[in-house]
């Protein structure tokens, strides 16, 4: 028996499409999960990105923390699953 192999990337992958819509790096923000209260940079979250868009997700307790889906003309961008996400000034 072999046991399921996550198919998440590590919250760096996100670095292009989120420079897309942000001028700063976000993949070293730090954020707060809104469901567990985990406090991390945005690197370590999972990302998944078998799906229409990016969605990254908690690494203690799995909740989503942000989708990103770019349209031909649009770019929705939902981070309700972060209570904050702390950007450094540079």
Do not use: H, I, K, Q
């Not at 198919?7 to 992958?13: F, M, P």
């Not at 809104?34 to 999972?46: D, L, P």
């Not at 908690?58 to 950007?87: A, I, Q, S």
């Amino acid at each position: 028996m072999t046991a399921d192999v996550p198919t998440y990337l590590d919250g760096n992958a996100a670095a292009g499409a989120l420079s897309e819509v942000f001028a700063v790096d976000l993949t070293a923000a730090t954020g707060r999960c809104a469901g567990c209260g985990r406090t991390g940079v945005f690197a370590e979250a999972r990302l998944y990105v078998d799906a229409p868009g990016l969605v990254a997700r908690c690494p203690g307790c799995e909740d989503v923390l942000l989708r990103v889906v770019t349209t031909p003309t649009d770019t929705y961008l939902d981070l309700r699953g972060l209570t904050y996400l702390r950007v450094p000034n540079a």
